[in-house]
């Protein structure tokens, strides 16, 4: 089995910033993707960053230029950094990982329990 442990949620005012934080552990054999979704009340879950293994990234555009994604493969932690958040981005945030499980070599999906954000004055 994989666990994920998010922390960094909070309440913060537009403009500010927050940094989401995610570490994987668990029988882990290689970690091919890590990324960040979120659902807003009433909405469908959406992704907001992604990076592979290979450091490669993706963003939706509503976030493109104020979140970065960054990931620490030895710590198997993937990082959000959210400047300049808007009323707009309150939701539910949850870390996405798919990993090479140990030691059945499959790959296999996980998601975190959510952290919540709320950008509000």
């Known amino acids: 089995q994989v666990q994920l442990v998010e922390s960094g949620g909070g309440l913060v005012q537009p403009g500010g910033s927050l940094r989401l934080s995610c570490a994987a552990s668990g029988s882990i054999f290689s970690i091919n993707a890590m990324g960040w979704y979120r659902q807003a009340p009433g909405k469908q879950r959406e992704l907001v960053a992604t990076?592979?293994?290979?450091?490669?990234?993706n963003y939706a555009d509503s976030v493109k230029g104020r979140f970065t994604i960054s990931g620490d493969n030895a710590k198997k932690t993937v990082y959000l950094q959210m400047n300049s958040l808007k009323p707009e981005d309150t939701a539910i945030y949850y870390c996405?990982?798919?990993?090479?499980?140990?030691?059945?070599?499959?790959?296999?999906?996980?998601w975190g329990q959510g952290t919540q954000v709320t950008v509000s004055s």
């Open positions: 996405n990982v798919e990993v090479t499980n140990w030691p059945e070599f499959r790959r296999k999906e996980y």
């Open positions: 990076i592979t293994s290979g450091r490669s990234t």
